[in-house]
């Protein structure tokens, strides 16, 4: 079974950077699309980001463009979401997706086979 752990969350203030990891285990890696989704109290989960099986092609919502840079370590079985300038509408908490039937990626949640527990990001100051 393949499991998805996030770590990286945390409390930051308007203008802080964080870095998001999510280890892989159980699964053959580079066969899964990966994406980071996010989701606020009282809202629906959404997409933020994706990459690709290579990680040659990038994926964002608007709202993150410039912002925000999803990279993956196929050798390392790990995906990382660098989050820079961070804004407080950006507090969710964020997870971890994969999944291997995408052509390319999908931002419906639904399509996701496999998650991770979450992890809390606030932006307050």
């Known amino acids: 079974q393949v499991q998805l752990v996030e770590s990286g969350g945390g409390l930051v203030q308007p203008g802080d950077s964080l870095r998001l990891s999510c280890g892989v285990s159980?699964?053959?890696?580079?066969?899964?699309?990966m994406a980071w989704f996010r989701q606020a109290p009282g809202k629906e989960r959404e997409f933020v980001a994706a990459?690709?099986?290579?990680?040659?092609?990038?994926y964002y919502t608007d709202s993150v463009k410039g912002r925000f840079t999803i990279s993956r370590d196929n050798a390392k079985n790990t995906v990382a979401l660098q989050m820079n300038s961070l804004k407080p509408e950006d507090t969710a908490v964020y997870y971890c997706?994969?999944?291997?039937?995408?052509?390319?990626?999908?931002?419906?949640?639904?399509?996701?086979?496999?998650w991770g527990q979450g992890t809390q990001v606030t932006v307050s100051s």
């Open positions: 997706a994969a999944d291997r039937r995408f052509y390319s990626y999908s931002r419906v949640p639904g399509q996701y086979d496999f």
């Open positions: 159980g699964g053959t890696f580079s066969t899964y699309v």
């Open positions: 990459v690709t099986r290579s990680g040659e092609a990038t």
